[in-house]
């Protein structure tokens, strides 16, 4: 399915190339080209839970005719939305960055970039708040996502928070190939401190706590770890 994100970016050639870089990239992009119109546009689709909306994320430009970036975000911030956001900036001062991540923001990109960049940054944050199934299972093994509890038959298992967060972002994508990196992504808040190493250290917890459970963790060299069903 296309991830639905919203573009606002006022300069017409850019705006237009990243639409069909995006597009190309399974992305369904809605483009406006003022703040304000990006304003009306996200009011008009405010969720009633604020972890639901019509875009994935949005992809926002500080520098924007009508209201600026900033203001943007401080708005849909204020009416308790939650929509990732991306900012794109063609200033590099500290001051500014800081500014838009102070205000809600969950990623910046200096302008120029590189479409590549983009689209990897898109898409780390679409992973974060992709709601997991609330029911998980493979092999002996079940997650309950209501309760946080994960259970080999019926023996509850001893998970820290991130323990818990590997092992359900693995068994989301039982049968996938997931690097560290999107394991990162996908269960530390942006700015928290998880290093590729410590990745490491939960897996190798997971695999003795998963002992009988009727899975394993294998190592991909090279590409990362996948969960699959013992032999």
């Known amino acids: 399915m296309p991830l639905p994100l919203l573009l606002v970016e006022d300069d017409a050639v850019l705006a237009d190339g990243l639409v ?20 009306a546009r996200l009011q008009s689709v405010q969720p009633a839970s604020p972890h ?44 500014d960055r800081v500014r838009g991540l102070e205000l809600g923001a969950d990623d910046y990109l200096v302008k120029p970039f ?35 509890r994960a259970r080999v038959d019926e023996r509850v298992l001893d998970l820290s928070a991130r323990e818990w967060g590997v092992l359900e972002h693995l068994l989301a994508n039982a049968g996938r190939v997931v690097s560290k990196q999107q394991i990162i992504d996908a269960i530390a808040p942006w700015g928290d401190d998880l290093t590729l190493n410590a990745v490491e250290v939960y897996v190798s917890r997971l695999r003795l706590k998963l002992d ?20």
């Open 20 to 39: 069909r870089t995006l597009q190309a990239q399974d992305m369904q992009v809605e483009l406006v080209r003022d703040g304000l119109a990006a304003d």
């Open 114 to 148: 590189a479409t590549a960049e983009l689209v990897a940054r898109i898409r780390a944050l679409a992973r974060r708040v992709a709601p997991p199934p609330s029911q998980l299972g493979l092999g002996r093994l079940s997650l309950d996502g209501a309760t946080r």
């Open 212 to 231: 009988g459970a009727g899975v394993a963790i294998r190592t991909i060299r090279g590409f990362g770890y996948l969960l699959e069903a013992a032999a």
């Open 52 to 95: 639901s909306a019509q875009f994935s994320v949005i992809v926002l430009d500080i520098g924007l005719p009508g209201i600026d970036g900033f203001e943007v975000v401080r708005r849909l911030r204020a009416r308790g939305a939650a929509t990732p956001i991306l900012l794109l900036t063609a200033r590099d001062a500290v001051e």
